[in-house]
């Protein structure tokens, strides 16, 4: 007999910010880290968890209020190791960030169309080495940079971590700015984002709709007529019969 485990997708969107927005719906967005990294949020959305995540629609300076920091959760944090794109699209700056936006240390800016008419752009902050340059197109999971604690043109000015955020419609001079802050939600499938939550990058929690096993596999038993389950963890609602 087969079993059908319907995997449902509750996961909630944490609300825009007044001013910020969300994504458009069908973005498939991805951790900026490998394919079964573990990634824990050292510091999420607004300036209570960092005064350098503040903005979401001023005109003159970075809105970073939906800024993410990220960190492998391992030794050391993953410093050195890849930093990938979210999402393809095509690299605007790949250099030191200049001016008041010298605090973000070698950063890779990456600009994207998704299709609703506005100008999206990716932020990868506190690098300490880049692997793209300006004007060369990246697909998702492409690697850009590695992580560091780069910052106002030195290396270990910060503990090493990324600092991650995205724009719609923002403009550079030497960093982004203007535009409106956006929620990096879902992203690979994970959502109400908060300091602390651990993470895994690759295929999320809303990537799975159905899974088909055989109840005669190991691990497997016939448990009567169908019942939800809710175990509280990672793809943590389903059916079973």
């Not at 890849?82 to 250099?95: C, H, K, L, Q, R």
């Not at 719609?168 to 409106?180: E, I, L, Q, S």
């Not at 448990?223 to 990672?234: E, L």
């Amino acid at each position: 007999m087969l079993l059908a485990l319907l995997a449902l997708d509750a996961t909630a969107i944490t609300p825009p910010a007044t001013g910020a927005v969300a994504l458009p719906g069908g973005v498939d967005l991805t951790l900026p880290f490998p394919d079964e990294t573990p990634v824990r949020v050292s510091c999420g959305y607004g300036p209570g968890c960092s005064v350098f995540h503040s903005g979401t629609n001023a005109p003159g300076s970075t809105n970073d209020y939906h800024a993410l920091d990220l960190v492998r959760d391992q030794a050391g944090g993953g410093d050195g190791l890849p930093v990938v794109a979210a999402f393809s699209g095509t690299v605007v700056y790949a250099d030191w960030a200049t001016g008041g936006w010298s605090t973000f240390g070698r950063i890779v800016l990456i600009e994207h169309d998704l299709g609703d008419g506005h100008t999206y752009m990716s932020l990868y902050a506190h690098l300490s080495s880049l692997s793209v340059s300006a004007g060369e197109v990246v697909a998702d999971k492409d690697e850009v940079g590695t992580m560091g604690g780069s910052g106002n043109f030195g290396d270990n000015y910060f503990t090493p971590h990324l600092h991650f955020s995205l724009y719609r419609d923002a403009a550079f001079a030497g960093g982004p700015y203007g535009g409106n802050a956006v929620v990096p939600e879902l992203i690979d499938g994970y959502g109400d984002l908060v300091q602390g939550d651990l993470l895994v990058a690759g295929p999320g929690a809303g990537s799975v709709s159905a899974v088909i096993v055989d109840n005669s596999d190991p691990g497997f038993a016939l448990s009567g007529p169908a019942t939800q389950h809710n175990s509280g963890g990672y793809r943590s609602s389903f059916w079973y019969e």
